[in-house]
C-alpha cells in the first residue's frame, strides 16, 4: 500500500510539475465533443497523452504498470522470472528500498514497451523516412523507420529494439525486434527474453484520438502472442517538459516522502 | 597520457560500432565538391557529425573534451571549482577511477552544452514550432521552440535548460536559459551556475554545412561572455543508433580496458 500511495503522489507531481501547459486542463479528457473533425491520417504529429478514464482507484488503474488487466500467459520459464521480481507496483508491491526493479536505484533505460506504462506525455514527429516518438520520461525515442528498410540485426541487442513500419491503409505497422533482456516488460515484473518481438498497429481514429494495439510475442516467457491497446488524447497546447529519472536522487527523495507521516 | 589513449578507442568504437551505416564513408568529410548546390537555408534536418578537422594527434583535438583551444576568462569562484575537477580528459586527466566527473560512476544526464562535446552523431527534426536536435547520446534532445513564446521560468532548473529561437536572416538564433548547476560546462571541468545563459546562432553555410556558434554566458563563473565555433557535415545516409550510459556498468567496461596492457 505504501507503493500505491507513492505511485500516487508520484504520478500527481509529474502531471503537475512535467507538463506546465496542463493547469487550467480541468475538464474531463474524453469531452472532445469540440474537436476539429478533419485531419490527415497518415500524419500522427503532436503531443499525445494517456487516455484512460480517471480518477478511479490506484489499484484498478493497472495500466500504470501493466498491459492489461488478466495475466499474460506465460511459460514456466516467464512465471519464473516473474516470481523473483519485486515490484513497487500492484497487488504484491515492496517499498522502494526493497524493490529490485532493474529502474531503480540505476535509472537504466525502460526500454520497449514499457515506456508506454509511465505516464507522461509523448510526442510524435514525422520525416519522410520516420516516425519518431518521444517521450518525455527519461528523454527515450522510439524510432519507427518507414523507408522501406529491413531489420539490422547487426544492430546487436538493444533497449528500445530495432523498428521498422509500413502503413496499411490508415494504420501505421511497427515491427520491432533486437531487443536485450536487461528490461521487464512492464512495471510489474512480467519479464522477456531477446526473443521478443512488438508490434504496434497505430491508428488516428479522429482528429484527438490515436490508438496503439501491441501485440507481445515471446516463445520462450509466454506460450501465444497477446495483445493490449493504449489509448491517446491529443493534447494540442501541451509541449513535452524534462523528466530525466536523475540517478537515485528522485527516489531517494520518494523514499523519505513515504516515511514521513500521511497528510 | 592512458586516458588520452582510451579517448580514442572510445571515440573509435563508438563511430564503427554504433553508426553501421558510416562503413565506406572513408573520403575526408569535408571533401563535398559533389554536394548539390541547392538548399532551404531554413531547413536544418538530417544527420549531422562533428566536422572539426581530423588525423591530427589527440592533445590537438581539443574539441573532444572542450569548446576551444585557450582557456575561457574564469572568475575566482570558477577557478576554484576548476581546481577541484578531476576529469578523465584533457592535460589534467585522471584515470577513470579517480575522476570525479558527475557523469561517470553515476549516468546523470550530460546537459547543454556539454552534450555537443561526445562524438556522437545528431538529427535535427523540424516541426512548424520547432527545431529539436536528437542526440544518439544517451537519447538526450535539445528542443528549441521557435513558436514565439517567451522562457518559462516555471520551468524550474533543468539539465538541457529551456530553449527558445528565432530566424534572423538565415540563421536560427537559440536563447537557452534555466539550467540546474549539476553539470560540467565541458570534460575537463570547467564550471557553470544557475545563471548559464546559452546563445547558439545556428547556420546551414552550403547544402553539406552547419554551424553552431555558441555564446557562453555566465557571470558567475565568467568574466566575459565567451564563444566557441561547432562544424557540422551532413551525414545523408546515416541514422542515429541506441547509444545509452547503462549506469556503472559501461565505465566499469572502460575501466577493465584501461586496466589492460597498452597495444
Not at chain 1, 26 to 55: C, E, I, N, Q
Not at chain 1, 97 to 121: K, M, S, V, W
Amino acid at each position: 500500500m505504501r507503493s500505491d500511495y507513492l505511485a500516487v503522489v508520484f504520478t500527481a507531481a509529474i502531471v503537475l510539475a512535467g507538463s506546465p501547459a496542463m493547469s487550467g486542463q480541468t475538464k474531463p479528457p474524453s469531452a472532445a465533443a469540440a474537436a476539429p473533425s478533419s485531419f490527415d491520417p497518415h500524419d500522427l504529429s503532436g503531443v499525445w497523452f494517456d487516455d484512460r478514464p480517471r480518477p478511479l482507484t490506484t489499484n484498478e488503474r493497472y495500466w500504470i504498470y501493466k498491459f492489461n488487466a488478466e495475466e499474460p500467459p506465460m511459460t514456466a520459464w516467464g512465471e519464473a522470472q516473474y516470481k523473483a521480481t519485486k515490484s513497487s507496483f500492484g497487488t504484491r508491491a515492496y517499498p522502494l528500498a526493497e524493490t529490485n526493479d532493474p529502474l531503480y536505484h540505476t535509472c537504466t533505460p525502460p526500454g520497449l514497451p514499457r515506456i508506454y506504462l509511465h505516464p507522461f506525455p509523448m510526442q510524435i514527429v514525422q520525416t519522410p523516412g520516420e516516425i519518431i516518438l518521444l517521450f518525455e520520461y527519461d528523454s527515450i525515442r522510439h524510432q519507427i523507420f518507414t523507408d522501406g528498410r529491413q531489420h539490422d540485426t547487426a544492430l546487436g541487442p538493444l533497449w528500445m529494439g530495432d523498428s521498422i513500419g509500413h502503413w496499411e491503409g490508415d494504420t501505421l505497422v511497427a515491427d520491432t525486434v533486437n531487443f536485450n533482456e536487461k528490461t521487464w516488460l512492464d512495471r510489474i515484473g512480467h519479464p522477456h527474453s531477446d526473443a521478443l518481438h512488438v508490434v504496434e498497429r497505430m491508428r488516428r481514429v479522429d482528429h484527438d484520438h490515436l490508438v496503439d494495439d501491441i501485440t507481445i510475442e515471446d516463445p520462450k516467457a509466454y506460450t501465444k502472442p497477446w495483445s493490449s491497446r493504449i489509448e491517446f488524447l491529443l493534447k494540442p497546447k501541451w509541449t513535452l517538459g524534462e523528466q530525466f529519472c536523475e540517478d537515485e536522487e528522485s527516489f531517494q527523495k520518494l523514499d523519505q516522502d513515504a516515511a514521513a507521516p500521511a497528510k | 597520457m592512458r586516458n588520452f589513449e582510451l579517448g580514442i578507442v572510445l571515440a573509435f568504437a563508438m563511430i564503427s560500432v554504433y553508426s553501421a551505416p558510416a562503413s565506406g564513408q572513408s573520403k575526408n568529410p569535408t571533401n563535398s565538391s559533389t554536394a548539390p548546390s541547392s538548399f532551404d537555408p531554413h531547413d536544418l534536418s538530417g544527420v549531422w557529425f562533428d566536422d572539426h578537422p581530423r588525423l591530427i594527434t589527440v592533445q590537438q583535438r581539443y574539441w573532444a573534451y572542450t569548446f576551444t583551444p585557450d582557456a575561457p576568462p574564469m572568475t575566482p569562484w570558477a577557478a576554484a571549482k576548476f581546481k577541484t575537477a578531476k576529469p578523465s580528459f584533457g592535460p589534467n586527466a585522471h584515470p577513470l577511477a579517480e575522476s570525479n566527473d558527475p557523469l561517470y560512476h553515476t549516468c546523470a544526464p550530460i546537459g547543454f552544452p556539454l552534450i555537443f562535446l561526445y562524438p556522437l552523431p545528431m538529427q535535427i527534426v523540424q516541426t512548424p514550432g520547432e527545431v529539436i536536435m536528437l542526440f544518439e547520446w544517451d537519447s538526450l534532445r535539445h528542443q528549441i521552440f521557435t513558436d514565439g513564446r517567451a522562457h518559462d521560468t516555471a520551468l524550474g532548473p533543468l539539465w538541457m535548460g529551456d530553449s527558445i529561437g528565432h530566424w534572423e536572416g538565415d540563421t536560427l538564433v537559440t536563447d537557452t536559459v534555466n539550467f540546474n548547476d549539476k553539470t560540467w560546462l565541458d570534460r575537463m571541468g570547467h564550471p557553470h551556475s544557475t545563471d548559464l545563459h546559452v546563445v547558439e546562432r545556428i547556420r546551414r553555410i552550403d547544402h553539406d554545412h552547419l554551424v553552431d556558434d555558441l555564446t557562453i554566458e555566465d557571470p558567475k563563473a565568467y568574466t566575459k561572455p565567451w564563444t566557441a565555433r561547432l562544424p557540422f557535415v551532413l551525414k545523408p545516409k546515416w541514422t542515429l543508433a541506441e547509444q545509452f550510459c547503462e549506469d556503472v556498468e559501461s565505465f566499469q567496461t572502460i575501466d577493465q580496458d584501461a586496466a589492460a596492457p597498452a597495444k
